[in-house]
């Protein structure tokens, strides 16, 4: 972008996106002290570093919640953040940030690894290490705020200290899905956002998780072995999702693979393959609560439950309420 630009071109924002912060045309001093508040709030605790400090410091943010995901774009001239252990030990934030660079570029570094990010490039953050994220010239990017049992739900936590500052292409393959999704997901209007949420969360999550394990930090062989099995049963789950009878000995029966290597696979992630079941029941019963007439107890058969009060009880303890006062509420992320 060229620095002064107010706000995204045509056709990058939809109603529903918030201005977050411009600081277009004030001094220099109160632009980078607006930019900084702004992008730690949004973010995490970061230390801003601008090349030019008496020159006007120009940048816009723009938000649009998304589900439990926050997808954010900016424009701004040149400079650097850096997030230190004494950040990470005042604020506590530990989200992962998905980074996509569309225009300019940026140099990023974590966990002894640094990559260039350009074309629409990717790479994930993770917000509980330090990190270093230099821009030497305008640029532009969408961030996409993770929160942490998100990532930990679908891949380990080990996989993902592999993969940070690590880009992933965003032209061709894999990377170039996620890059173009992640891109147009903002521009949806405010209805699409309301009702298709669900799908659009898991669809950047699962295009994320697919882009990180085929890239190159995930290179050893047993680990991209437990990786293809985790996505084997977890797409084996899905499929069986709405199967109140089917048991996880019938899952393991179907997948060739033992229950002790299946609960292995889940505990590395972080969660069981019960735990992680629920979950995705609830959040498909969620989905259809949001976008359709069906009762809740048609919804409740859908999505796996063998009686209406097992589901209700369910989704209350899960979600906070119930499916009714859900269905009435208005949609908290859109």
Known sequence: MAAGAGEPG???TAPGSVALVSTNGLDPREGRALWSEAISSQYCE????VPRPSQRFDGSLFSRPVGGLDFTWMMSA???VVRSPAMIASDGRQDFLLCLVTQGYA??????????????AVTVLDCDRPFEFRLPHDFEQVVVRVPRERMLARLPESTLAGTTACAVPGRSGIGGMLSQFVQQVPRLDPASVRRSSPVLVGSTLDLLVEALTAGPAVTGTTQQARLRDLQRAKAALREGLHDAERSMTQVCRELGMSQRHLQTLFAEAGTTPSAWLV????????????????????????CGFRDYSHFHRT??????????????????HA
């Open 10 to 12: 045509a056709g990058r």
């Open 78 to 80: 040149p400079h650097t």
């Open 315 to 332: 989704f209350r303890r899960q979600v906070g309420m119930t499916p009714g006062a859900f269905r009435k509420a208005p949609e908290p």
């Open 279 to 302: 979950r995705e029941r609830i959040g498909r019963a969620g989905q259809l609560l949001r976008t359709t007439d069906l009762t809740a107890e048609d919804i409740a058969r859908r």
């Open 107 to 120: 140099e990023v570094t974590q966990d002894g690894r640094t990559c260039r990010l350009r074309d629409g």
């Open 46 to 49: 970061l230390d801003l570093h």
